[in-house]
């Protein structure tokens, strides 16, 4: 099971930091990632971790200003989001995906993706 938290409203150049408590499993055996969809729009991959090495995939239009990172010990995976922008207004999902991946196969095709916790509302305000 996946649970992510930490959306919120925020103005643009913001900051927030999103988190994605796992159970049942352990990430370190998984390939993870955030994925964001916006009203009207396809869900996207926003930024990945590979399970098959230590490879971290961002989508052009966050590199830079995301930051992806894990901590094994408490089962949680982050994304932190500065700068934000309107257009980084979403619903945002972590998922996983069990066995050797490579971030960007995980997250250019996010029906790979196996498990799927609830998305949590990010709203950038201008």
């Known amino acids: 099971q996946l649970q992510a938290s930490g959306g919120g409203l925020v103005q643009t150049g913001g900051s927030l930091r999103l988190s994605c408590a796992a159970s049942g499993f352990t990430f370190d055996d998984y390939a993870i990632g955030w994925f964001r969809q916006a009203p009207g729009k396809e869900r996207e991959g926003v930024s990945c971790?590979?399970?098959?090495?230590?490879?971290?995939y961002y989508a052009d239009s966050v590199k830079g200003r995301f930051t992806i990172s894990s901590d094994i010990a408490k089962n949680t995976v982050y994304l932190q989001m500065n700068s934000l922008k309107p257009e980084d207004t979403a619903v945002y999902y972590c998922?996983?995906?069990?066995?050797?991946?490579?971030?960007?196969?995980?997250?250019?095709?996010?029906?790979?993706?196996?498990?799927w916790g609830k998305g949590t509302l990010v709203t950038v305000s201008s």
């Open positions: 971790i590979g399970s098959s090495d230590p490879t971290t």
């Open positions: 998922a996983a995906l069990g066995g050797l991946h490579y971030s960007d196969y995980v997250c250019e095709d996010y029906n790979v993706m196996a498990y």
